[in-house]
Nanobody, 127 residues
Framework: QVQLVESGGGLVQAGGSLRLSCTAS????????MGWFRQAPGKEREFVAA????????YYADSVKGRFTISRDNAKTTVYLQMNSLKPEDTAVYYC????????????????????WGEGTQVTVSS
């Protein structure tokens, strides 16, 4: 089993920044991916960003490219999502997830590839 604990959500004005963190514990895997997804009220869960643990390959949704940055701390088994230039449409619950086997960059954006999910953290951007 893998446990994921997210933190860093909150309320911010449009144009502001937040940094989300997600720390993983439990089983380890040789070549895995950690990703961020989000779900706004009344909408489906959507991919935000992901990072391959070996080598650090990253993949972003078009809607956040240039504004969000995903990074990792190997020693802490923690992934971060730095969110800048936030917009009201970024308001959602943000979920951290683990895909236990990297396939390719495009698959990093597919939600049903992910095996473990965190509880989520609320991000609210006011206009």
């Amino acid at each position: 089993q893998v446990q994921l604990v997210e933190s860093g959500g909150g309320l911010v004005q449009a144009g502001g920044s937040l940094r989300l963190s997600c720390t993983a514990s439990g089983r380890t895997f040789s070549d895995y991916v950690m990703g961020w997804f989000r779900q706004a009220p009344g909408k489906e869960r959507e991919f935000v960003a992901a990072i391959r643990w070996i080598g650090g390959t990253t993949y972003y949704a078009d809607s956040v490219k240039g504004r969000f940055t995903i990074s990792r701390d190997n020693a802490k088994t923690t992934v971060y999502l730095q969110m800048n230039s936030l917009k009201p449409e970024d308001t959602a619950v943000y979920y951290c997830a683990v895909d236990t086997m990297y396939i390719n960059a495009q698959r990093m954006g597919v939600a049903n590839r992910y095996d473990y999910w965190g509880e989520g953290t609320q991000v609210t951007v006011s206009s």
